[in-house]
Nanobody, 112 residues
Framework: QVQLVESGGGLVQPGGSLRLSCAAS????????MSWFRQAPGKERTFVAA????????NYADSVKGRFTVSRDNAKNTLYLQMNSLKPEDTAVYYC?????WGQGTQVTVSS
């Protein structure tokens, strides 16, 4: 069955960096576009970034443009989200997604 497992979250100070990973299994990873979403406490889940199946095209929410980079390694069936210049408002649970399939999420907390 489809499995998406996020990792790499944690506590980081404002201005710091984190790299999230999403290990995919149970489907042909290289055939599907992938996305990152996030959900802050008490708020709806919102789009963060997406990447086409080949990795040739990416798309970002305005709030993260220039700070976050989505990438993928199709040989490793893994999706990444490099997050730089983190802000307290980036605090959320981050999820990777493929169509209607979601991972369990990984917590990112940005605080001094």
């Amino acid at each position: 069955q489809v499995q998406l497992v996020e990792s790499g979250g944690g506590l980081v100070q404002p201005g710091g960096s984190l790299r999230l990973s999403c290990a995919a299994s149970g489907f042909t990873f290289s055939s599907y576009a992938m996305s990152w979403f996030r959900q802050a406490p008490g708020k709806e889940r919102t789009f963060v970034a997406a990447i086409t199946n080949s990795g040739g095209n990416t798309n970002y929410a305005d709030s993260v443009k220039g700070r976050f980079t989505v990438s993928r390694d199709n040989a490793k069936n893994t999706l990444y989200l490099q997050m730089n210049s983190l802000k307290p408002e980036d605090t959320a649970v981050y999820y990777c997604a493929c169509g209607s399939q979601w991972g369990q999420g990984t917590q990112v907390t940005v605080s001094s």
